[in-house]
């Protein structure tokens, strides 16, 4: 044909110079080829039983099947020194001649390359044809007739397998060079040569030609180098660039990368001698004007081998392969076909729960492909009109695989297919012709199958377009990362990581985060000023007759109100975060009833301290009604023989000097203190009280329980330090493992009870220095206090006489410091005593009312020191808290708060640059002690910089003292007819009842004879120049004080602790790892699943080797994925396999190690202090892997922030 066209004088393409240049290339690498074997050992070396080995290494790294009973570390050190030596093997090999001049190839012009690429195709196919067509025949007739002979079957795949040669295996062998060469240090001549290599495969993708995905040989995906590819493929589009995603799957020989082909106008290989082994991916881009309707600039297709096909089915691990391909392919789609031939396929059943397994692993790591069924050589193309009763039928089969799936992946709420994704078996199923009419190759091409593929095309363009996600070709290279990491694990659902999926997870819980600290800060602002206005109750408010309990009522309505809209605010963002597209919500949408949860125990537990606050107040204010009646009944009885006195004396005014008035006053004031009759309030018995409440917390316990109480005199109890009974559970184990501490178990029930005691202690503490006096109330919060602590940790099994004990020795320290309490309060307030201090105040008013002097300056003086002054540093100090915590969450190192997974990056990032082993060990074994000790070191740290804390006292200074100022000229302006100083500091004091709480004895004493009249007017300018005053005097104080030392006190003496309020968001739940001891970082309070970041060697907290006395290096989270056993109470002597530790805690999610550097910062720190644990514990240092012993705080630091997801 080419020398008729010639002849013809028809351009021949042939005949171009780029076309001949690059045939010659392509030629001479192929025309020497005469054994492929020979040629792909020497020219192709790299890969092959070395690239095989490294590949099994791999898989075993995640699957420890060969462990035996060797050390797992020490096994997982083993595979990784000889992947090394492996890479080390690789890069000896010079670069064959062959692959340089395909090197050569790839690197010249666009035009030309292309052409090389297609002359390689087109020359390997004819070699495959050539050296395959015997092979295959004996391979068909063999697994056709002779399905029995195995292994035969087996070596004929290797032959073929070793006899094949495509396009393919140059580009394998490409990767397999600069995978080498990635082992190398960064500076090294070979790494410099192979780093233009993944460019030249970007290019090739952006040309149009597929590029191997998977390796269906070793079936692997050479991980370094497909994500150098697809960087470089990043770069050299424009790096908003949209993609989507398509694949398909299927039985072997269905069709599928015809399908493709005729789809998209690509050129997937067909029939070249041998089927579509691994998995291929082909780049296609969109035209401009499709490309705003589409929403994506390219499309990427992915074609794969066959499902079940007849070469794997002879291996042992045939349908594990199909597992680990479906869920890769499935998890990087946006759509994907699977693709059944004929209309009721006889292999359906057996590719439906392979899929099936994909979607449900797919639908736990929050990806949702749509799903579409293409049936294939349907004799009818009205197929689909008359296939209602099959694909009822294929509804029901996928029902019953999805069922299968789930109970083999744990997921038994899994119970229709429907469950895992929507699927309507109208839409979702295609029907399309055979591609001949006949048998082929005579047979004519069926226009039917073309016209119907078009139909379909139609269809998945819709489905583009419905897609809410636009997501870039970083999104796709890092769900290859991980979705390919996680499938080498036996259990992918546990062993799934993703740093999208953390990253989306982070955001939802600094989101949340943000909501909640909202709602509580509202709540906090609320409570501050319903507290105000109780405790104002008799004082200010304008309504005497209204008690105390119909202000309590309609606090509780009021309170009730504002948490509804607080919590239906949470509830609204949690709807509205979750309806966006983008930030990849659908990758966290599983954990959105977790936060709904957490908000409604939000507002709940919110309700449950409002409510005992306000009823605490109430039964405060109660308390001191009684107290305050008597004061103020001697009060107004010594007013009024004052101001008889007074009128008596001004009737003898002529006579009486100052010292005769003091005489007359003098016997006046003895009279009366005689004539009055002084009732103090009762002494309680503390002890007595706290016992009887104490008793009825106890009350619906059992007959044992209470049994305890008898005889026990409460102030005798908690004298002595608290100490658990000795007989720990861990007593029991009798397995080669154990901990150090064979009371272990004794010993976290000590440190559990001794935080509960520190934590009842604070409490008590912070009671006592308010210098109230002591209120029932006050042992019922202590004991639920306990309750709710005892509750929340039900994984520490406290029996029913330690909780007793506990109880008692809590509510006898706390009955001796409430009784000192009490009886300090009494003595305080004993009411003679307390009319005595006010005799000075009595006299000089006495005094002045006989020489009528202006009382204007001395009342303002009295009234701004003794009673705006105390109030409105009250007022600072409450409102000071929640600033506090804004100004560290809003500050310079914001982001070290915003999560509790960025807390524990940032204290780890701490104790790896001190490195001392004092610090970790408080960190392992004192958790929440060192948490809250360090977390209040970081806040006084930035609150000393730039006098913060000076300016956030400043600020709320500056604020009340406006609000004084501001009512001070409100009241003057509607007071204009009002002439009594009294009536006048009333009007301002019932002004500010919802921001001041005011002392009433000092407002008392001030109120005291100030019966006459006066100008108000003049008062209220006074009073604002003694307030501004006043301003300046506390600014100056507050300015002055600036050391450590005083922030440290400021911040502990705080209503709102802001230490306290972040501890509590960022220690979270409290759980730790049941093996290792590494704290919870899941978000929100209700979450299901308990997961952390990056576990530990069990040899920091002192788990050693029974038999030897060795202190141990196993890691969890290489344990789970071995097939050693545990031992602990639980499980009893006989032990249980690591691997189904869901048995037992169901609520923990144990990642096993996606990669051998996961844990590098807990082995370093292991290794580091190897010497010093073992002295710590008094053991032997432990046998440390050889690899943990070339580890740097640099590796160790790297470990961390991929560990973390944090970016660099």
């Keep these: 044909m080419v020398t008729v066209a010639r002849q ?84 000896t090999f010079d670069m064959s001649d062959a692959m340089a001049s395909f090197i050569l190839g790839l690197s010249s012009s666009g035009p030309e390359r292309s052409c090389f690429l297609k002359w390689m195709r087109i020359n390997l196919d004819n070699l495959s044809r050539q050296n395959l067509s015997a092979l295959r025949d004996q391979y068909k007739e063999l697994c056709q007739y002779s399905p029995e002979k195995k292994d035969d079957i087996k070596h004929l795949d290797k032959q073929l397998s070793d006899c094949s040669l495509g396009l393919e295996h140059f580009l394998r062998e490409l990767g397999q060079l600069y995978e080498a060469s990635c082992s190398l240090p960064e500076d090294s001549p070979q790494m410099k040569q192979m780093e233009h290599l993944p460019g030249l495969c970007a290019q090739m993708l952006l040309d149009g030609f597929p590029v191997e995905l998977v390796d269906g040989d070793a079936s692997n995906i050479p991980l370094k180098w497909i994500s150098a590819v697809l960087t470089q493929l990043h770069t050299l589009v424009d790096s908003n660039s949209k993609i989507r995603v398509v694949t398909v799957l299927g039985v072997q020989s269905t069709g599928k990368s015809t399908l493709l082909n005729t789809m998209f106008g690509v050129q997937f290989a067909v029939s070249s001698g041998r089927c579509t082994r691994g998995a291929f991916m082909l780049l296609i881009k969109v035209n401009k004007e499709l490309q705003e309707e589409l929403k994506c600039d390219f499309i990427m297709v992915i074609d794969t081998e066959g499902l079940k096909s007849p070469e794997l089915s002879q291996l042992d691990d045939s349908y594990e392969h199909d597992n680990e391909l479906a869920t ?32 449900i692993r797919m639908k736990e790591v929050g990806k949702k492909p749509i799903c579409h069924f293409v049936h294939q050589n349907v004799s009818d193309v009205s197929a689909h009109d008359n296939n209602m009763r099959d694909r009822k039928k294929l509804l029901e089969q996928l029902n019953e695989m999805t069922q299968a799936a789930a ?13 895992v994704m929507e699927y309507d078996p109208d839409t979702s199923s295609c029907y399309i012709p055979g591609l001949w009419h006949g048998t082929p190759p005579m047979a004519p091409v069926n226009a039917g199958y073309s016209e119907a593929v078009c139909g379909f095309k139609k269809t998945l363009m819709q489905d583009f377009i419905k897609c809410q996600r636009y997501d870039d070709l970083t999104y796709f290279l890092k769900w290859t990362q991980s979705l390919w990491e996680a499938v080498k694990f036996e259990k992918f659902i546990f062993s799934f990581r993703n740093s999208l999926v953390a990253d989306a997870y982070s955001r939802l819980c600094t989101e949340y985060n943000c909501w909640e600290w909202t709602f509580q800060k509202n709540m906090y602002s609320w409570m501050v000023s319903a507290e105000t206005k109780m405790s104002n109750i008799g004082m200010t408010d304008q309504s005497p007759g209204r008690s105390i309990g119909n202000v309590l009522n309609e606090l509780m309505i009021e309170a009730s109100e504002k948490m509804t809209l607080g919590e239906k605010e949470i509830q609204d963002n949690l709807v509205k975060y979750f309806e966006k597209q983008d930030g990849h919500v659908n990758l966290v949408e599983k954990y959105k009833e977790d936060f709904v949860s957490s908000a409604k125990t939000l507002r709940r537990e919110t309700e449950n301290t409002v409510r005992n606050k306000l009823q605490g107040g109430v039964e405060i204010k109660e308390g001191m009604t009684e107290l305050n009646n008597i ?61 009887i409440m104490l008793s009825g917390n106890l009350s619906t316990r059992s007959s044992h329980v209470n049994s305890l109480l008898v005889g026990t005199r409460l102030v005798d109890c908690g004298k002595a330090a608290f100490v658990v009974e000795s007989g720990g559970l861990w007593e029991k184990a009798k397995g080669l493992v154990v901990h150090m501490d064979h009371g272990h178990h004794r010993k976290k029930l000590q440190d ?38 005892l509750q929340q940790q039900n994984k520490m099994k406290v029996g029913d006489e330690c909780e007793v004990h506990l109880k008692l020795h809590i509510c006898g320290r706390a009955a001796r410091q409430f009784q000192k309490m009490h009886d300090d309060f009494i003595e305080v307030n004993d009411p003679r005593k307390c009319l005595e201090q006010s005799k000075d105040n009595y006299y000089t008013d006495f005094m002045n009312l006989f020489h009528e002097r202006d009382q204007c300056q001395k009342k303002v003086e009295d009234f701004t020191k003794l009673c705006l002054r105390p109030a409105v540093e009250e007022y600072v100090t409450k409102m000071i808290g929640p600033d506090v915590v804004d100004e560290v969450k809003t500050g310079k190192g914001s982001e070290d708060y915003s999560t509790r997974t960025a807390f524990q990056f940032s204290i780890l990032k701490e104790l790896l640059t001190d490195e001392n082993y004092e610090k970790y060990s408080e960190y392992i074994h004192f958790y929440k002690t060192f948490v809250k000790q360090w977390l209040f070191d970081q806040i006084v740290k930035q609150l000393s910089k730039e006098s913060r804390l000076q300016k956030l006292e400043n600020k709320h200074l500056s604020n009340v003292v406006q609000i004084i100022t501001d009512n001070i000229s409100t009241v003057s302006n509607e007071s204009s007819m009002v002439n009594n100083i009294k009536t006048f500091i009333g009007n301002i004091c019932n002004k500010l009842r919802e921001h001041l709480a005011f002392p009433k004895g000092a407002l008392d004493s001030i109120m005291i004879l100030n019966t006459s009249t006066a100008n108000t007017e003049q008062f209220a300018k006074c009073l604002t120049e003694f307030v501004r005053e006043m301003e300046k005097s506390l600014a100056s104080v507050y300015d002055r004080k600036t050391d450590l030392g005083y922030i440290k006190k400021r911040l502990r003496s705080l209503p709102f602790k802001p230490q306290d309020k972040m501890f509590t968001s960022l220690f979270g739940c409290g759980e730790v790892c049941p093996f290792c001891g590494a704290p919870c970082e899941a978000g929100g309070k209700e979450h299901t699943k308990h997961f952390t970041s990056i576990h530990r060697p069990k040899g920091l907290s002192g788990w050693v080797n029974m038999s030897s006395n060795v202190l141990l290096t196993n890691i969890c989270s290489s344990s789970v994925i071995g097939n050693g056993l545990f031992i602990n109470d639980l499980t009893g002597d006989d032990g249980h396999p690591y691997k ?52 740097t705080a640099e590796d160790a630091m790297k470990s961390l922030k991929g560990s973390f997801n944090v970016s660099e």
């Excluded at 042939?14 to 492929?36: P, Y």
């Excluded at 060969?66 to 030596?85: M, N, T």
């Excluded at 202690?761 to 109330?777: L, N, P, S």
Aim: charged content about 35%.
């Design 1140 to 1191: 189904n530790y869901q048995t037992y805690y169901p609520d923990w999610t144990i990642t096993g190690d996606t990669s051998i550097e996961a844990s590098d910062y807990w082995k370093y720190v292991m290794a580091t202090f190897n010497e010093t644990i073992a002295e710590a514990y008094d053991a032997l240092p432990a046998d440390i892997p050889e690899d943990w012993n070339r580890l």
């Design 8 to 91: 013809m004088e028809i351009l021949v393409d042939e005949d171009c110079g780029e076309c001949q240049s690059a045939r010659k290339m392509a030629d001479k690498i192929t025309s020497n080829i005469t054994d492929t074997i020979k040629f792909k050992d020497k020219q192709l070396p790299l890969q092959g039983q070395i690239w095989e080995e490294l590949s099994q290494l791999e898989k075993e790294r995640c699957r420890l099947r060969k462990a035996g009973d060797q050390d797992i570390e020490h096994y997982k050190s083993s595979l990784k020194k000889k992947e090394e030596e492996l890479r080390k093997k690789q890069y």
């Design 752 to 789: 559990f009870c001794n935080d509960i005691i520190t934590q009842c202690q604070d409490f008590i503490r912070q009671k006592v220095e308010h210098k109230t006096d002591y209120h029932d109330t006050n042992i019922k919060e202590l004991l639920n206090k306990i309750d709710e602590t």
């Design 631 to 691: 004061k103020s009944s001697q009060a107004s009885t010594m007013e009024k023989k004052v101001l008889d006195l007074l009128q008596n004396c001004r009737q003898k005014r002529s006579v009486l000097s100052d010292k005769a008035l003091g005489k007359e006053f003098e016997k006046m004031w003895s009279k009366t203190l005689s004539e009055i009759h002084f009732n103090g309030l009762p002494k309680r018995d503390v002890a007595k009280d706290a016992f």
């Design 328 to 359: 890769l392919v499935i998890g990087l789609s946006d759509v994907t076909i699977i693709n059944i031939a004929m209309e009721n396929s006889t292999e359906m059943k057996d590719i439906l729960q392979i899929v099936v397994h994909a979607f």
């Design 407 to 419: 109970r083999m992946e744990k997921k038994e709420n899994i119970t229709k297919f429907t469950d």
